[in-house]
């Protein structure tokens, strides 16, 4: 079976948070983004959108959202959309995340190749940094460019309280989310 290898990092923390995954070619690009929501730790209550060298594709609730309301500019719609469909230079295309924070992801297709191994779900492969602070691009920012943070991130591990630390990596927890929560991640964007 046939899978693209990509690289996905945070855009400006490239080397602090990314992701090396195996992408199934078959794939599409909501398939891409619920798995890029679960890897970087999202609580995926946001609206999302690619962006190639041409086009925007966006995903169903967007565009929903967009023509209720008479925005001219409504993209592509993301379902069904392949890697290989994509108008691409270089490789390179990106998805944003929270339209409000803007967090871009750039996602480059180092390879193709082809595996004996069939994986359904895409794997995590290679990574840094544990994920991005929904509703809080800023603290995020602050922390990766070394800055002070005024309190701690907080967060309850096993019935524990227990400080965040942002260069945590586990890639074995992370292909087990994948399992578990790319289900619940597609039930919240799309009904049926």
Not at 67 to 96: A, C, N, R
Request: net charge negative; charged share 35%; with cysteine.
């Amino acid at each position: 079976m046939k899978y693209y290898k990509l690289k996905i990092s945070l855009d400006n923390y490239e080397e602090r948070l990314n992701r090396t995954i195996l992408f199934k070619e078959t794939g599409d690009l909501d398939l891409l983004a619920f798995t890029i929501l679960s890897i970087f730790n999202t609580l995926s209550y946001h609206l999302y959108k690619f962006k190639d060298d041409k086009y925007e594709y966006e995903c169903e609730i967007s565009i929903n959202q967009a023509e209720e309301m008479g925005y001219p500019d409504v993209g592509k719609e993301s379902w069904g959309v392949t890697l290989d469909m994509l108008k691409i230079k270089k490789h390179k295309f990106q998805m944003i995340y929270d339209f409000g924070a803007g967090y871009q992801f750039n996602i480059e297709i180092l390879d193709t190749i082809e595996l004996k191994e069939r994986y359904h779900l895409p794997r995590v492969i290679d990574g840094v940094g544990y994920g991005i602070v929904e509703d809080g691009k800023d603290l995020l920012e602050d922390y990766f460019d070394g800055k002070p943070l005024e309190y701690p991130l907080l967060f309850v591990k096993r019935g524990k309280l227990t400080e965040l630390d942002f260069n945590t990596f586990d890639k074995d927890e992370l292909n087990k989310k994948l399992l578990r929560e790319i289900p619940k991640i597609r039930g919240a964007y799309y009904l049926y």
